[in-house]
């Protein structure tokens, strides 16, 4: 049975010219390339990961796309398309040409139009991506949840995956508006959400029982066969070292069965992404 982290970065400081993440965030600012995942990958038993991008460019993706043709244990790349470019359809045409590419992420958290996804401007890139068989990781936060629900409606054929179970406000224990808001996005079956990013939203002295009601609600939401595990390594460094995650996420997950915890920790990745070979 596979192990796959199914959100994971890479980045150059050199080439981000100013963007994120800033130099405060001293555990991170710094270049994360393959050699320094590859031990932590072997010593917590993960085979293989999703590369997914972190900044809005097209050089970025090219960047991870060879990185991936450089590093056995990239199974696929999650990059960037200005989804509203006129020539969007053709470019993700073109992207989609190398096997490694597995989806897109426009960073909706980054943008200040909070309905800029529920836009019929969209279209032609959607339905390239449809076309492609890629998927749309959504990179949003609660407010965010009424238009991707629109979005996620508009087109049914997408598979959508909802990064770090949209980023719950851990820290003032917030729950309800946005649980309703993941419920509904789950009551559609192309949406999958990922359980991943949830420490770096807690507070600093945070503990596995701060995290629980989130991860019950995500794993009642979409079942265990729509949750998908991941790390965000290196961002997860913020608060957690990958060891330490490993160890939160089993507590996370104990109630499962051994099967569902195997959809969760890799399976599910594999079909959703089409890892491995064609599916």
């Not at 809005?56 to 470019?85: I, Y």
């Not at 794993?219 to 939160?248: C, H, K, M, Q």
Request: net charge negative; charged share 20%; with cysteine.
């Amino acid at each position: 049975m596979k192990r796959i982290d199914a959100h994971q970065h890479f980045w150059r400081l050199a080439a981000r010219a100013g963007s994120w993440p800033p130099p405060a965030l001293a555990p991170i600012y710094r270049d994360f390339l393959p050699p320094e995942l590859a031990p932590l990958l072997a010593a917590n038993g993960i085979d293989a990961t999703v590369l997914v991008q972190s900044l809005p460019t097209r050089a970025d993706t090219d960047f991870l796309l060879q990185l991936a043709r450089e590093t056995p244990f990239v199974a696929g790349v999650v990059g960037w398309v200005d989804l509203k470019a006129p020539d969007a359809a053709r470019q993700i045409d073109a992207l989609a040409q190398d096997p490694r590419l597995k989806g897109l992420r426009p960073m909706l958290q980054d943008i200040e139009d909070e309905t800029w996804i529920d836009d019929p401007v969209l279209d032609p890139a959607i339905d390239a991506m449809v076309r492609n068989r890629l998927v749309f990781d959504a990179l949003v936060l609660p407010q965010h949840l009424p238009a991707l629900l629109a979005f996620a409606r508009r087109h049914p054929a997408l598979t959508i995956v909802i990064d770090h179970a949209a980023k719950p406000a851990i820290a003032s224990a917030a729950v309800d508006d946005w649980a309703a808001g993941l419920a509904a996005l789950a009551a559609l079956p192309q949406v999958c959400c990922k359980l991943s990013g949830l420490v770096t939203e807690a507070r600093p002295d945070w503990c596995e029982a701060d995290l629980e009601p989130y991860a019950r609600v995500v794993l009642a939401a979409f079942g265990p066969e729509r949750v998908i595990w991941g790390s965000d390594w290196p961002v997860l460094n913020l608060a957690l070292d990958y060891a330490g995650w490993i160890d939160t996420s089993a507590a996370l997950l104990d109630a499962l069965s051994p099967a569902a915890r195997d959809q969760v920790l890799g399976l599910n990745a594999m079909r959703i992404y089409r890892l491995g070979g064609k599916q």
